[in-house]
């Protein structure tokens, strides 16, 4: 056997394995590198799920501090307040109260930035019992004020618009004659109470 066959040979499995070993260790960073982007995007979609969930839970706890306002059960700061004997109950809606909670759902959406992050289930419940106030009071506020022979929009002018005018009115309590319009809202209470626990 020749020498130079020998050396020949030897230099190139030298250079084969040296150049296998490159090669491997190239894609080993390659494949390390993938799959340490591969992670950082999942940590990073955790950190934003994380985020939305707590500030989900934030803006659910920021509602549910208006459940007083809403419990068929009568508090001081109960919208719908029952007078009578068990057979013979009479609904009635509480207008200073109304005009509170209106007020309080404006500032949980907006002054404490809440709104953002409701989910759409909860903020669509709360719109719509929100609504539900504006139109009794309006409804309410336009009668008396027609009975009265004052122009709409002058009662409201004086009295600072119709939900101001229902914060200052001396008799709180307006008869609700609908029996529909009170198991309506309790079931809107209701699915209002269950879609905050959720995200709590």
């Known amino acids: 056997m020749d020498t130079t066959s020998v050396v020949t040979n030897g230099m190139s499995d030298f250079y084969s394995g040296l150049l296998s070993g ?8 390659l494949v390390a590198f993938y799959f340490y982007k591969q992670r950082r995007k999942i940590e990073r979609k955790d950190k934003k799920t ?6 989900q839970a934030a803006a659910c706890k920021s509602v549910w501090k208006l ?4 419990e068929v059960h009568e508090n001081q700061q109960s919208i719908l307040v029952q007078r009578g004997t068990h057979e013979k109950t009479v609904n009635y809606v509480n207008f200073k109260n109304a005009a509170a909670f209106i007020n309080a759902v404006e500032q949980v959406r907006s002054d404490q930035e809440h709104g953002i992050y409701l989910p759409t289930d909860v903020n669509e419940v709360l719109g719509n019992i929100r609504k539900r106030m504006y139109q009794f009071i309006e409804s309410i506020s336009h009668k008396e004020a027609k009975q009265a ?6 009662y409201f002018s004086e009295n600072g618009g119709f939900l101001e005018a229902a914060g200052q009115r001396e008799d709180a309590l307006v008869k609700q004659k609908n029996p529909k319009w009170r198991a309506d809202y309790r079931q809107e209470v209701e699915q209002l109470k269950m879609s905050c626990k959720r995200y709590m």
Request: no cysteine; net charge negative.
């Open 22 to 29: 490159v090669l491997l260790a190239i894609v080993g960073g």
């Open 50 to 55: 994380d985020a939305k969930t707590g500030n």
């Open 67 to 70: 459940i007083p306002y809403l």
């Open 149 to 154: 022979g004052i122009d709409i929009s002058v």
